[in-house]
């Protein structure tokens, strides 16, 4: 049985690196394995890692206590639909003035 679960739903970001061609193959053959895309098999294999490592949680901990607390900024309010065919052909959206 994988030691992989499977995929989660979420946000997704890129990361490219460069692994050495022995690690490269067994991932390959892990994903294969393990029924998964091999970039599941890697985000598991980290979040392993992460989970795992007895020194990284108590210093990720101290190192987020560290951190000044960021402010979430308020969301901007969404142009409707008839705001945004306004901007996009150029159209004043404006009334025209009468002399």
């Known amino acids: 049985m994988p030691l992989i679960e499977r995929e989660p739903k979420g946000k997704w970001s890129s990361l490219r690196f460069e692994i050495d061609t022995e690690t490269r193959q067994d991932l390959m053959l892990y994903a294969k394995f393990s029924e998964n895309k091999l970039d ?22 101290q190192l987020k206590n560290d951190l000044p607390a960021v402010p979430n900024p308020e969301p901007k309010p969404r142009a409707t639909s008839a705001e945004n065919n306004l901007q996009a052909s150029g159209t004043n959206s404006r009334k025209p003035e009468l002399k």
Do not use: N, Q, S
């Open 40 to 61: 599941h098999v890697i985000r598991g294999a980290l979040r392993l890692l992460f989970k795992t490592d007895p020194e990284f949680g108590p210093w990720r901990e």
